[in-house]
């Protein structure tokens, strides 16, 4: 359980780092977009050599494949939902979420639990079901660099709401507690079940985390960070591998 705490502290720290410069700075959206491609490129490489490999040598191709689409569909369920809470449409893009944030205290509030719920939840979550089977370094870092533009930009946001840099700072030290609990908590649920349980644990977080990429990662790395978001993405597909088959 100490590597679960230790690793959800890691991932979550991000978190941490990227509310502190959002509070104090405002990068350009390409340096955004370039962070979230090479999150994605990570990402797609841990789940493809470790999260859903794992799942697939656990319980097979139909187990697997169902938790894959079960994780996804869910995904696309919770986005739709809490996307109309926070403004009043089932698909907003960013501009639209920091614009509902903006109307008032409530709209921060949902625009974080949207960002916890359809990010980092199933992600962290992931991250501590893969602890079941063997340390994920590779998605350890991927998550790593997902966090870090996701809070730098709702930092950003916060500020020019008018919030100070020690509430920002604030909020997202408890998103950051959040999902290192999500961790621990996916570690800990799933110690002692058996192969085939695993498999779709395993391959439902992937789907999850797989629809997240598809729905938010990608299309903002790809608005903001075009030219550059292709070859960052290359950059973070590389790094997790080396990390995954070192």
Not at 18 to 37: K, M, S, T
Not at 129 to 158: C, K
Request: glycine share 12%.
């Amino acid at each position: 359980m100490g590597e679960a705490i230790i690793f959800g502290v890691i991932a979550s720290s991000a978190l941490v780092i990227g509310g502190v410069a959002g509070a104090y700075w405002r990068p350009p959206e390409a340096v955004i977009g370039i962070l979230l491609a090479f999150a994605s490129g990570a990402l797609i490489s841990a789940l493809s050599f470790e999260l859903f490999t794992d799942a697939f040598e656990l319980g097979g191709a139909t187990r697997a494949g169902i938790g894959l689409l079960a994780g996804a569909t869910a995904f696309v369920v919770a986005n739709a939902l809490l996307d109309r809470k926070v403004t009043g449409s089932a698909k907003p893009d960013q501009s639209d979420k920091v614009s509902a944030a903006s109307r008032g205290p409530g709209g921060i509030g949902f625009a974080l639990l949207a960002a916890v719920t359809l990010d980092g939840v199933p992600e962290n979550l992931a991250l501590g079901v893969s602890l079941v089977d063997d340390a994920s370094l590779t998605l350890l870092v991927a998550i790593f660099f997902s966090n870090f533009p996701e809070s730098l930009v709702g930092a950003v946001a916060m500020r020019e709401e008018g919030r100070s840099p020690r509430a920002v700072i604030g909020l997202w030290v408890v998103v950051a507690v959040l999902l290192a609990v999500a961790v621990v908590v996916g570690r800990a649920a799933l110690g002692g079940v058996s192969d085939q349980a695993l498999s779709f644990y395993l391959s439902f977080a992937g789907g999850a985390v797989l629809a997240s990429l598809a729905d938010t990662l990608m299309p903002e790395a790809f608005a903001h960070g075009r030219p550059y978001n292709a070859f960052a993405t290359c950059a973070g597909f590389f790094v997790s591998f080396v990390l995954a088959v070192g």
